[in-house]
């Protein structure tokens, strides 16, 4: 069984709101095992703004999801911490949403580098919505965009970003 790895994206954009609904819509996480790594808050608030009922099942930060097809959340408590105490502006471009996107599609990137043995080994990942002016903010715009992220840390430097679509 497949696990494929999912960053949830900048949680004041529409990162939760895809990853809900995608994972809501196509059941994807009934074939195959989807560790996502993001923040609790911001799913649960789209997925009720969605009005449905989330796919994701909590996992802790330590302990590997089931072996079993699904969609686990992989959170970090201090995460929501951090996004509860920035209440007071919970849209838009900031260090703190650059920062926190950054960190979850790390995480992505480190399960692909683990041996396949290794419960939280990934074969693939998808990367949620970020803001490139969020990554900016939080000191790493020197990435453009995910592809030249993955590229350097999986890629061999000739990573180029693909778009696949009926109407494309």
């Known amino acids: 069984m497949p696990t494929i790895?999912?960053?949830?994206?900048?949680?004041?954009g529409i990162g939760p709101e895809v990853l809900v609904k995608a994972l809501h819509a196509d059941g994807t996480h009934r074939r195959c095992r989807?560790?996502?790594?993001?923040?609790?808050?911001?799913?649960?608030?789209?997925?009720?703004?969605?009005?449905?009922?989330?796919?994701?099942?909590?996992?802790?930060?330590?302990?590997?999801?089931?072996?079993?097809p699904g969609?686990?959340?992989?959170?970090?408590?201090?995460?929501?911490?951090?996004?509860?105490?920035?209440?007071?502006?919970?849209?838009?471009?900031?260090?703190?949403?650059?920062?926190?996107?950054?960190?979850?599609?790390?995480?992505?990137?480190?399960?692909?580098?683990?041996?396949q043995r290794d419960p939280m080994a990934a074969r693939a990942i998808v990367t949620g919505p970020i803001s490139k002016r969020s990554w900016d903010l939080a000191a790493h715009g020197q990435y453009p965009g995910h592809t030249e992220l993955l590229d350097e840390h999986l890629g061999n430097g000739d990573a180029v970003m693909y778009f696949l679509g009926p109407r494309l």
């Open 71 to 115: 969609a686990f959340l992989i959170a970090d408590a201090d995460d929501d911490a951090a996004l509860s105490a920035h209440r007071s502006n919970p849209a838009g471009n900031s260090a703190l949403g650059g920062n926190l996107s950054y960190a979850w599609v790390m995480r992505a990137i480190e399960s692909c580098q683990l041996p």
């Open 34 to 68: 989807v560790i996502v790594y993001g923040a609790l808050g911001p799913l649960n608030h789209a997925a009720a703004a969605a009005g449905i009922q989330s796919p994701i099942e909590l996992c802790a930060l330590t302990v590997p999801p089931p072996a079993r």
């Open 5 to 12: 790895a999912v960053s949830m994206g900048d949680p004041f």
